[in-house]
């Protein structure tokens, strides 16, 4: 059965950072894009950063500058780096590996940012 399997979430205070990562168990070569998305309380799930297969970024503007996404093809794990963290970036925070065969989601992992 496929396992993803999120870590490193967490509280940090405003200006801190903390890193996310996120495994899964899928051949490499399978996997299409590699993302991370996040939910605030009362607000729906949005869209943060994808890592295509190829190697291109996306950043949903409010994290530009700010948050990197990157991977380890040979721990088939992506990472979501967060400097400057602000106090709207707190969230619940949900990796995603889609395939042309899925659509895996991690299981959340919770980021405060407050001083």
């Known amino acids: 059965q496929v396992q993803v399997v999120e870590s490193g979430g967490g509280l940090v205070q405003p200006g801190g950072s903390l890193r996310l990562s996120c495994a899964a168990s899928?051949?490499?070569?399978?996997?299409?894009?590699m993302g991370w998305y996040r939910q605030a309380p009362g607000k729906q799930r949005e869209w943060v950063a994808t890592l295509t297969s190829g190697g291109r970024t996306y950043y949903t503007d409010s994290v530009k500058g700010r948050f990197t996404i990157s991977r380890d093809n040979a721990k088939n794990t992506v990472y979501l780096q967060m400097n400057s963290l602000k106090p709207v970036d707190t969230a619940v925070y949900y990796c995603n590996f889609r395939g042309d065969q899925y659509d895996l989601w991690g299981q959340g992992t919770q980021v405060t940012v407050s001083s």
């Open positions: 899928v051949s490499t070569l399978s996997i299409n894009t």
